[in-house]
Structure formats: structure tokens, C-alpha cells
């Protein structure tokens, strides 16, 4: 996980059956409200139960994927702000400049209980690490107490094993959560047009991806020198990986980011590096290290300088993974040619 996220790290509500490679989403009978949506609304989120008697109407987001997520939907009309730093990239270009433009950006520093309280959200939309954390006192329990909600991100769910994170497929966290909030926030129909697409395109890249022998190994480099922080099979960078044409060597790993020894880098051997572009340490620094470095000097992808860069909004979970994998597939065709 990204250091934004490292320190700071969401719950919502049809009842939903979470199974290891998605959900399924069904009504529960209520009355029809004045906006024309059927309420109450149950969802299950992250293996929690809850129901909503109306959408909540001053939403918090907190990073730029989940802040995507929502304005992807065309939600911002239901958000009270957005906390993000300013290291994640040009914000002006992106299909969604619209809904920044729309909505305040509470902070650019962590997210944090008196900020949420301050701009009266009704809910929070975060993760386990995307922005709540028990060391910080800012966890969906805590707002609770003080009668705010929360959605967790699906990506961020945790899977029993400690403080490791993730349930399901990374696509399939996505699309789980824009079938819940479509129901939450009574746009099924906008939800389904987005999943729709994003599937078509996904399938459309993964037609021309490479396949069999062809497949390259590639690992995931997040950050860290000592220890490399990197995607296991639960964050979004596997699907990316593995749907562009890719092996993820850390396809292994039950988890969603997590660190993990250079030796198994070394061991595995990738053919191809990508690099997760965001913070202080930009790519061209994290470049630098990764050439330089003794141990990794007779890694395939350094020796042949295959490295491909992705910024950090392609690879959380967003409504930029599937333009992620078009685009990782197109750029592993290319070192084949």
C-alpha cells in the first residue's frame, strides 16, 4: 500500500451474497420514495449488513480511486468533499474532471474524524488503509459513535488472516462496489451501464493480449528499497497484470499491498517491471534505484530495460483499471514486436 495509505487506511449498504469472485444483488421490498427509488435498501459490504432508509446525500471520500468511484456514477451532488493529497496526478484530464470541479476538497493531508464531523457527512467512503485505521482512532466503529456511516472499498476487506486485505478478484471488487452504490443511491441502470463497459473493454484488451508461453513474468513495484512494497492477487495491479497478457509472480500472495523480500524478486525473475507513479519518489527515481541496484542487476526486466510506468489511480481500485489493462497489454504486445 502507497505511503498516503500506509498510516491512514468503509461499510455500506439489497442484500448482497459476497462469494470469492463477486456478488449478487437483490432487493429487499420497501416503499418507493418521493426520488423514485425503492427504500429501504439493504447491501452487504466487506460482511456487514446495512440499511438505508433514503441516500445519504453529504458523502466524504477519501483518495483519488474512491473519489472516481463516486464521480463515475455521477454522485458528486451526494458528496460533502473529497480528502486526497496533491501527488496523484493532473486532475484537469480525467474523464471525471467535471465531478472535481463540483466538489470541495475538504484536505490534502489524512482524513480524519473532526474533518468528517466538521463537513457534516452522513457517510464516509474509505478502506482499510485508505484511510481507516485503528492506531488513528478512525475506523467505521468510531464513526458509528458518533452517528456517521461508512462503506468500505471492497479491495479493502479484510480476509481473516490477520491485517491482510481482500475477498475477491480486484475487477470484481469494483464492480461489487458500483452494484452496491447503484442501489444505495438508486442508480442500478447507470451502475450496470458502467459495468457493462468496463467488461466490454476489458474483454476487448484481453482478445489482443498476449497468451500462453507468450505471457511475460511481471512484478509489481509500489515503493521501498529495503523491502519492495508490491500487489499481491487481491489489489488491483493483478487483474491489471494478469488480464493485460501477463504472470503476476505474486499472484501467490493473499493479500492486497504488502512488502516481500528482494530475494524473491531476484528468484522469480521478472521479465517485466511496472512501476506504481506517485509521491515523492516519482518514477523516474524509482527507475533510477531498480537499474542501479546490485541484487537486481541480472533480473530479466532490468538487464533488458522492459519497465512500464502506470500511475497510482490506474492501479487502486478505480474506474481507471480497465483503461489500465488496454493499456499494459498494449505495452507488453510491444516487447514482444
Not at 483518495?63 to 463515475?72: K, L, N, Q, R
Request: glycine share 10%; charged share 25%.
Amino acid at each position: 500500500m502507497p505511503k498516503f495509505l500506509r498510516p491512514v487506511a468503509l461499510a455500506l449498504a439489497t442484500t448482497l451474497a459476497l462469494t470469492g469472485c463477486g456478488a449478487e444483488v437483490t432487493s429487499r421490498g420497501g416503499q418507493k420514495d418521493a426520488a423514485g427509488g425503492h427504500y429501504p435498501v439493504t447491501v452487504e459490504n466487506c460482511g456487514v449488513k446495512k440499511t438505508y432508509d433514503k441516500a445519504p446525500q453529504r458523502v466524504v471520500t477519501n483518495d483519488v480511486g474512491i473519489t472516481e468511484i463516486m464521480f463515475a456514477l455521477g454522485l458528486e451532488d451526494h458528496m460533502a468533499g473529497y480528502v486526497m493529497p496533491d501527488d496523484k496526478g493532473d486532475l484537469t484530464s480525467v474523464p471525471w474532471k467535471g465531478g472535481y470541479r463540483k466538489t470541495k476538497w475538504l484536505s490534502k493531508e489524512g482524513i480524519n474524524k473532526e474533518l468528517v464531523l466538521d463537513a457534516r457527512a452522513d457517510l464516509v467512503f474509505a478502506g482499510w488503509n485508505y484511510g481507516f485505521n485503528e492506531g488513528d482512532g478512525f475506523t467505521p466503529a468510531d464513526l458509528q459513535k458518533v452517528g456517521i456511516g461508512s462503506y468500505l472499498l471492497s479491495e479493502s476487506c479484510r480476509n481473516g488472516q490477520g491485517k491482510a486485505r481482500g475477498v475477491m478478484a480486484p475487477l470484481d471488487a469494483l464492480y461489487t462496489d458500483l452494484r452496491n452504490l447503484g442501489r444505495m443511491f438508486d442508480v442500478e441502470d447507470r451502475a450496470g451501464s458502467l459495468i457493462a463497459r468496463f467488461r466490454k473493454q476489458v474483454a476487448e484488451a484481453q482478445a489482443k493480449a498476449l497468451k500462453g508461453a507468450d505471457r511475460p513474468r511481471v512484478f509489481l513495484y509500489d515503493d521501498g528499497q529495503d523491502k519492495p512494497l508490491t500487489s499481491g492477487a487481491y489489489a488491483g495491479p493483478h487483474d491489471i497484470i494478469t488480464k493485460a497478457g501477463g504472470d503476476h509472480i505474486m499472484k501467490d500472495l493473499k493479500d492486497s499491498w504488502t512488502t516481500v523480500g528482494w530475494e524473491t524478486v531476484v528468484e522469480r525473475d521478472p521479465e517485466v517491471i511496472v512501476i506504481n507513479n506517485y509521491g515523492d519518489t516519482g518514477a523516474d527515481q524509482k527507475r533510477r534505484f531498480l537499474k542501479s541496484y546490485p541484487p537486481l542487476a541480472n533480473v530479466s526486466a532490468v538487464k533488458n530495460d522492459r519497465i512500464v510506468v502506470l500511475d497510482y489511480a490506474d492501479l487502486v481500485e478505480s474506474p481507471r483499471n480497465p483503461a489500465a489493462i488496454a493499456s499494459l497489454a498494449t505495452e507488453l504486445r510491444n516487447f514482444e514486436s
